[in-house]
């Protein structure tokens, strides 16, 4: 027999809040998204490299990395959690948006076979975005996920920003969304499900006493006897 169970899988980032930039439009109107399997993004750049870098995405302060390969959660030995939790907590860039010109790997080269000529940099405004996950719009993650309309949702964002459409973007941040709850603790959660409880059996004596009242205010309707005729009248319609 099987039975599916929902875990708190760690390897699944939930990003939201204050984890999604307010500074690009990229991320704007994104309520939550998940970063599946993701890895930190540090970025390094040239000494006098023209660009610039804004961080898009990025976990929470008690995220952790780990070098562990097995993905599979052991409850026995790690309790609810699954994994072995990591010392150093922190913040973690998981998508960085860079701005600026870059070099080309072939410009201290040869050009490459069937290239006459080679693109030394790119041009000043040139618009780069990592994101430290591969499985972000996998058909599976989006089955899984919640969040999966918010990420195809990102990747038409990065798209726009790309390509400078900026006037579409600001369009879409606009849109609609429906916004997630605050999660609940187990307290709170059977805090309200006793007010649930009680509300309910609050209705049904209400209702009860209702009806009690109801019946002791009905009074039935006694139909009252016809009079009897006087014999003599009677005679006298049976002669006429």
Avoid at 133 to 141: F, G, K, Q, R, Y
Avoid at 193 to 218: C, D, K, M, S
């Amino acid at each position: 027999m099987r039975e599916i169970v929902n875990v708190n899988y760690p390897f699944f980032a939930d990003v939201r809040g204050l984890g999604i930039s307010s500074e690009s439009p990229v991320g704007a109107g994104l309520p939550a998204l998940t970063v599946p399997f993701a890895s930190p993004v540090t970025t390094s750049f040239p000494e006098g490299a023209e660009r610039t870098a804004t961080v898009l995405l990025q976990s929470s302060p008690d995220a952790w990395t780990t070098t562990n390969t097995n993905v599979q959660p052991d409850v026995q030995r790690y309790g609810e959690l699954g994994f072995a939790a990591g010392d150093e907590r922190k913040a973690h860039p998981l998508a960085v948006l860079v701005n600026g010109t870059f070099e080309s790997a072939f410009a201290d080269q040869n050009p490459p076979s069937g290239e006459e000529t080679v693109i030394k940099q790119s041009p000043p405004n040139t618009r780069l975005a990592v994101i430290g996950s591969t499985s972000m719009v996998n058909d599976l993650v989006l089955q899984l996920s919640r969040q999966g309309p918010s990420n195809l949702l990102l990747t038409q964002n990065l798209i726009d920003w790309g390509v400078e459409d900026t006037d579409l973007l600001s369009i879409r941040a606009r849109s609609t969304f429906a916004r997630t709850l605050v999660p609940m603790t187990s307290a709170e959660r059977a805090r309200y499900e006793y007010l649930n409880y009680g509300l309910a059996l609050a209705g049904l004596v209400v209702i009860f006493l209702l009806t009690v009242q109801w019946r002791r205010q009905r009074r039935p309707i006694v139909l009252e006897e016809a009079s009897s005729v006087a014999p003599g009248r009677l005679a006298k319609e049976v002669q006429s």
